[in-house]
């Protein structure tokens, strides 16, 4: 195999998704690290971006900011971006017809999320109305549709007519995520108590998660709460019978204060039943912090037996056994699992596509 792969780095300068950034970087240094033998990278960034990836053999600027981009897109114009094998981290991507067979074009996308179509609520009407349109420019013109999971491919043939066009490329903590060795300090300035539960979910799944850490009788840190939406997780709380005091939230985070606060954490409980790539749920096995997440097909497909994952109910209890006789056993069994996602692996994966297609 000998050819250049272009990669869509859209939000180095306006980061919509600080997941997918983060993992756009992580997938781009990957596949410069694991290119065959002459074969390299180029990046493909908005107007005034510098990608801070070393090995790219070249970068194209185009003229556009990344919002201006984004629209342009959506609408199929895609003047300047050139053809080739592209892909894109996220479903931002130059979606327009092109010839494979004769011209060797490629485009392909990935979706982290299927919030669009099964959680709408979450998002923006303009992110919903996004993504919507983005997906049917990829059905009619991706060659291929990557998601992390088997579950959301499951659940993606359900909502576009991709046939075999979907393929599976887990995603991955971020590479070297480690405990910090100022995580005391760090949770120290995140005001953050001893001993507590780290939550994920939404606004409608977290009760749940309230319930456990009552049942436990601990805090709860709600991590990537929405800014603005504090108080009414502060009432969830609250109802759930967790005092507003033992109830913590927590927008997003940098890499090394997430890794501090889920270091600082006697269990993870992941309460999302979305089609979503769990990030922080693979980052908690990562550390080899419990992880304990109620009953979906994402969470069976990705943590599997990482972690103990039980029907909605039965969370207050399975947090109270992992953070006593189970919690050794539920350390080991994430942290072994975790080793199963690397961006490395990724890459290689997206290596590999290419060259399938």
């Not at 050819?3 to 859209?10: C, F, G, M, Q, T």
């Not at 998601?147 to 979907?166: F, N, Q, T, Y």
């Not at 709600?222 to 603005?228: I, K, S």
């Not at 992880?291 to 097909?297: D, L, R």
């Amino acid at each position: 195999m000998s050819a250049r792969l272009r990669v869509v780095l859209d939000q180095l300068t306006h980061v919509v998704d600080p997941d997918q950034a983060a993992a756009s970087l992580e997938l781009a240094d990957g596949l410069v690290r694991t290119a065959p033998a002459g074969c390299d990278v180029e990046a493909i960034v908005p107007a005034g971006a510098e990608p801070s990836v070393n090995g790219l053999a070249a970068v194209r600027r185009l003229p556009l900011a990344r919002r201006e981009l984004a629209g342009s897109w959506q609408l199929g114009l895609t003047q300047g971006v050139g053809g080739g094998l592209i892909h894109s981290s996220t479903l931002m991507a130059p979606l327009v017809r092109h010839d494979r067979v004769h011209d060797h074009d490629q485009t392909t996308v990935t979706s982290w999320d299927l919030l669009a179509w099964d959680a709408p609520g979450v998002l923006s009407k303009s992110a919903v109305s996004w993504q919507r349109a983005m997906l049917k420019r990829a059905v009619k013109h991706a060659d291929a549709v990557v998601v992390p999971s088997h579950a959301m491919a499951a659940r993606l043939g359900e909502i576009a007519k991709l046939g075999d066009r979907i393929r599976v490329i887990a995603g991955a903590a971020p590479s070297g995520f480690i405990v910090p060795f100022d995580a005391v300090a760090r949770r120290g300035a995140l005001s953050l108590p001893q001993g507590f539960l780290a939550l994920t979910g939404s606004e409608r799944s977290l009760e749940a998660g309230f319930r456990a850490a009552v049942a436990a009788g601990v805090h709860a840190v709600v991590l990537d709460v929405a800014e603005g939406t504090e108080p009414r997780v502060a009432e969830i709380a609250v109802a759930a019978g967790l005092p507003e005091s033992r109830a913590h939230m927590r927008g997003a985070l940098s890499r090394d204060d997430r890794a501090a606060v889920l270091a600082g954490a006697s269990a993870l409980v992941a309460t999302s039943e979305v089609h979503a790539w769990p990030w922080r749920a693979v980052e908690a096995m990562t550390l080899g912090v419990p992880v304990i997440a109620v009953e979906s097909p994402v969470h069976r497909d990705v943590i599997a037996d990482g972690g103990a994952i039980v029907a909605v109910g039965d969370i207050p209890e399975a947090v109270v056994d992992a953070l006593g006789a189970g919690s050794r056993r539920l350390s080991v069994l994430g942290a072994d699992r975790s080793r199963a996602f690397s961006w490395l692996g990724a890459a290689e994966r997206v290596w590999g596509l290419h060259a399938d297609l």
